[in-house]
């Protein structure tokens, strides 16, 4: 028996591959699953289309002549994060993961009120949450917490400065008085 997945529009979270590197694959294939808007920047773009990607968008400074059907092309005088997550609120998209080659969220910082941002690296991945944020997690999972301000939390430990550990299977909890506290799991 097959089962089909009817996805609305904007319904997941779109895809914006900034920077590839050696993404690993299995993960790449997770992020896809749900067939999501997927964004590219233009230096990507040949890396993408040789591992058999659909592009929907191309951000980038200089237009390729050997673009896949229906694809559609920004020009855009810099590959900077800030313009595509732009461009996706103006398209109304609720949500982004970027794969990038830095999790740094300076230049996003204040956009994460207009739409969601999961930043992926190689091997982390890092989002905003909010005060009185939860999740499930299992024992010996590793957070680290750009500690900008003072946070409590439940089952998590310190290992190091700013490098936390879930003591046990269960919930996480956190909570603190300013308006996003910026998590990085270890993928």
Excluded: C
């Excluded at 233009?42 to 673009?67: C, F, M, P, Q, R």
């Excluded at 949500?95 to 690296?121: G, R, W």
């Excluded at 190091?160 to 919930?171: H, R």
């Amino acid at each position: 028996m097959s089962s089909h997945h009817i996805v609305r529009e904007k319904q997941e979270p779109a895809l914006y591959i900034h920077h590839l590197g050696n993404f690993d694959e299995e993960y790449l294939g997770q992020l896809l699953e749900w067939s999501p808007t997927l964004l590219v920047a233009s230096s990507e773009y040949e890396k993408a289309i040789s591992l058999g990607l659909k592009v929907d968008v191309v951000i980038g400074n200089e237009e390729s002549t050997h673009i896949q059907e229906n694809t559609k092309w920004i020009l855009s005088p810099t590959e900077s994060l800030q313009a595509v997550v732009k461009y996706l609120i103006s398209e109304k998209y609720p949500a982004v993961n970027i794969i990038s080659k830095e999790n740094k969220f300076d230049d996003l910082a204040h956009l994460i009120s207009d739409i969601d941002i999961v930043l992926f690296t190689e091997t982390e991945k890092s989002y905003p949450v909010k005060p009185g944020f939860s999740v499930w997690k299992p024992a010996g999972t590793i957070f680290k917490i750009d500690i900008i301000s003072y946070f409590e939390t439940s089952n998590l430990k310190p290992i190091d400065e700013g490098t936390f550990e879930v003591i046990k299977d269960g919930f996480v909890s956190f909570e603190f008085i300013t308006e996003y506290l910026f998590l990085t799991e270890l993928l």
